[in-house]
């Protein structure tokens, strides 16, 4: 496996499991801060993927995560004429992986979550169009503090284990993906 042979390992089995359960919390807590139906977040096209489903331009070796804009989900036909954007949540394994290991040591569970509801936010913002996908760097760069402080916000008093030192870990660095429009040559990174 070639990912393997460039120190890229996907997530194992138990780790998808506590993934998913950090989707599910994420989603959760989205859900009831912002009142949202479920009808309504069926509205939100998106999805989240691990390193083993993404294919080898959604890999980077530099954020925990990658947003991808496709104009119609690339996998369903059925919705190729539905109006709208699909956002492809790319989570970087390998990325996530490493900043475990810090000293005090981060668990997968809150740090996936903070991850999440992170990059869900930014999801929910672009699709009601409360922020532009493409903007100027200076007006990604005040939307990643707002989006960061919305993430804080909503895990402060959480009763996620192991949530306290992940926030303090990361309180003073909003920035964590890149963002990226299918077709465009380069990244909109930062
Ligand atoms: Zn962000």
């Known amino acids: ?6 120190g890229r390992f996907p997530f194992s089995g138990h780790e998808i499991l506590v993934l998913a359960e950090a989707i599910r919390i994420a989603e959760e807590l989205i859900s009831d801060h912002f009142k949202i139906s479920t009808s309504q977040w069926k509205r939100y096209r998106y999805d989240i993927q691990s390193l083993k489903d993404l294919r080898a331009e959604e890999i980077t070796d530099h954020a925990f995560a990658q947003i991808r804009r496709y104009t119609f989900p690339p996998h369903d036909k059925t919705l190729a004429s539905r109006h709208g954007d699909y956002f492809k ?3 970087q394994d390998h990325v996530i ?12 569970l ?3 979550t903070y991850i999440v509801t992170h990059e869900l936010i930014h999801v929910l913002r672009f699709a009601r169009f409360l922020q532009r996908f493409e903007a100027p760097e200076k007006e990604r760069d005040l939307e990643e503090g707002r989006v960061h402080a919305q993430t804080l916000a909503l895990l402060k008093d959480s009763k996620i284990p192991g949530i306290q030192p992940v926030l303090t870990a990361f309180r003073a660095c909003p920035f964590m993906e890149t963002f990226i429009t299918r077709g465009m040559e380069g990244k909109l990174s930062h």
Do not use: G, Q, V
């Open 1 to 6: 496996m070639p990912r393997e042979r460039e």
């Open 89 to 91: 949540i790319c989570l």
């Open 97 to 108: 992986r490493k900043a475990l290991s810090r000293d005090p040591p981060l668990n997968l």
């Open 110 to 112: 809150p740090l996936a």
